[in-house]
């Protein structure tokens, strides 16, 4: 059998925990239009675009981080993410809460103060496993409610793309590719 050697997308030596902007994308496994489509150069949601949209929008209830720009595709996702000075998270859902099948809105009322936090990957992914995993819970759960069609294993292709943002000319040209994606 072959084996494939991962490699890091990751900037070396970067501690991703520091303040800053950060462009993101994920893809849906195998590129699965999950999320809706494009009509005229525009995107359309369906129930599971609605879902995802509205839970990245609760993102900063969860982590000290500022929501810029994004779009959601067909099947994939952008974002500019800026986390500033001192962020700490509060840690993704805890496997307990998954198992007695907590949602998001109830995870909304828990009390997080001594929620541990993961800084050896930094706070960008730390947000990007919240992110994976909510959209991930309640998809699973309009799946057996009939709204959304299943899906093999995962929804979300197992790791992310993300580019530093360096300077202010470079985060207006980020935004304005995001702007444009749906009619590229």
Same mark, same amino acid.
């Given at each position: @059998? ?5 490699h ?9 925990s ?13 590129? *699965? ?5 494009i009509?005229?150069?525009? @995107?359309?949601?369906n129930d599971?675009g609605? @879902?995802?949209? #509205?839970?990245?929008? $609760?993102? $900063? ?11 959601i @595709?067909?099947?994939?996702?952008h974002? +500019? ?16 809460? +998954? ?8 995870? *909304?009322?828990?009390?997080h103060?001594?929620?541990?936090t ?29 709204i959304?069609?299943?899906f093999?294993? #995962?929804?979300?292709? #197992? ?10 000319? $470079?985060? +207006?040209?980020?935004?304005?590719? +995001? ?6």
């Open positions: @059998m072959k084996k494939y050697n991962r890091s997308i990751r900037l070396k030596g970067y501690d991703y520091k303040a800053g902007a950060y462009f993101i994308t994920i893809c849906t496994k195998n590129r *699965e239009n999950l999320f809706g489509k009509e005229n150069g525009k @995107m359309i949601f599971a609605k @879902m995802v949209d #509205r839970i990245y929008n $609760e993102l $900063e209830n969860y982590h000290e981080i500022t929501i810029d720009k994004y779009i @595709m067909p099947d994939h996702f974002g +500019i993410i800026e986390i500033p000075v001192g962020a700490e998270s509060i840690s993704a859902q805890s496997d307990e809460s +998954i198992i007695n099948n907590k949602s998001w809105a109830d995870m *909304e009322s828990a009390n103060t001594n929620a541990p993961n800084h050896t990957n930094g706070e960008l992914a730390n947000v990007i496993q919240t992110f994976k995993r909510y959209t991930t819970i309640e998809y699973i759960k309009m799946v057996k409610k009939h959304l069609p299943p093999n294993k #995962r929804i979300w292709q #197992r790791n992310y793309w993300e580019h530093i943002i360096r300077n202010n000319d $470079e985060l +207006i040209n980020i935004r304005e590719y +995001i702007r444009n994606n749906p009619g590229n």
